[in-house]
């Protein structure tokens, strides 16, 4: 995995343990927008070839956290969610960077993401950081349901 980098603040980003799983469940709680994901499929999903995954952690405390996967020359990111009290300190972008990063140095020449519809919080976020809409799929989210909007951004070597 990629080197550690520290955001804006004084979280460190570094990379997903086990054991971070029950602190990603908790972070989830609080971040509706997110994609809600059981805690067996977190720790499953970092035994995926391909997986990337990073966390923000401050003062003993993870506050974030970012999953994605590459195959050959693309790479998707699954979920981004950063507890709400440490939002717009710059670890949503630091952890974006560290899996970025990490994509790039295995080959991959873009990345797809997918945003509920409604987060435009969201969107504008991914917007800043190089994505752009490429498409939309109706019905991708439950709870409730709601369209994504697909998002790329092409990668630079």
């Known amino acids: ?36 994901w059981t805690q067996a499929s977190y720790r499953e999903s ?10 923000s952690e401050a003062n003993g ?9 590459w195959v050959t020359d693309e790479a998707e990111i699954l979920n981004l969610a950063v507890t709400p009290w440490a939002r717009r300190r ?30 435009a919080m969201g969107i504008a976020f991914y917007e800043k950081h190089g994505f752009s809409k490429t498409g939309r799929r109706a019905g991708y989210y439950r709870d409730p349901n709601e369209a994504a909007v697909v998002m790329e951004k092409k990668l630079r070597h």
């Open 61 to 69: 405390s993870v506050t974030g956290f970012i999953i994605g996967r």
């Open 90 to 119: 710059g670890e949503g972008g630091a952890l974006l960077g560290a899996a970025i990063e990490e994509f790039r140095v295995h080959g991959a020449s873009r990345v797809f993401l997918e945003v509920r519809e409604s987060n």
């Open 1 to 36: 995995m990629a080197a550690e980098t520290k955001p804006e603040r004084a979280a460190t980003i570094r990379a997903f343990r086990a054991e971070d799983a029950p602190a990603l469940m908790s972070i989830l709680r609080d971040a509706p927008e997110a994609a809600n």
């Open 46 to 55: 970092m035994n995926s070839p391909g997986a990337v995954a990073f966390v």
